[in-house]
Nanobody, 124 residues
Framework: QVQLVESGGGAVQAGGSLRLSCAAS????????MGWFRQAPGKEREFVAT????????YYADSVKGRFTISRDNAKNTVYLQMNSLKPEDTAVYSCAARPRGAVGTAEHEYDYWGQGTQVTVSS
């Protein structure tokens, strides 16, 4: 019912910035909670950031708190992840996810829809 496509990934030096986009189609995401997750090679997928359906609440992993910001533009049906002060440890495939009328969520099973991911590579 909802398709998600991530974009904006690429290569950046440590300390740089990057903005990821997650474009939704099929349904509006205005009533969906959204999340970002990431997975490095050989590692398990981990939570990064989440935003409640009404934008009232956000929650971030400790490793990215103060550096990353999740937001949405309902008019464009798109969710963003602004990443500043990037570190080599941030290198991973980043995926966005959505669930209807949800509060913030940090677990994969809480989300109904997933994108394919976009690669972010941070060099030292």
């Amino acid at each position: 019912q909802v398709q998600l496509v991530e974009s904006g990934g690429g290569a950046v030096q440590a300390g740089g910035s990057l903005r990821l986009s997650c474009a939704a189609s099929g349904r509006t995401i205005s009533n969906y909670a959204m999340g970002w997750f990431r997975q490095a090679p050989g590692k398990e997928r981990e939570f990064v950031a989440t935003l409640s359906w009404n934008n009232a609440n956000t929650y971030y992993a400790d490793s990215v708190k103060g550096r990353f910001t999740i937001s949405r533009d309902n008019a464009k049906n798109t969710v963003y992840l602004q990443m500043n002060s990037l570190k080599p440890e941030d290198t991973a495939v980043y995926s966005c996810a959505a669930r209807p009328r949800g509060a913030v969520g940090t677990a994969e099973h809480e989300y109904d829809y997933w994108g394919q991911g976009t690669q972010v590579t941070v060099s030292s």
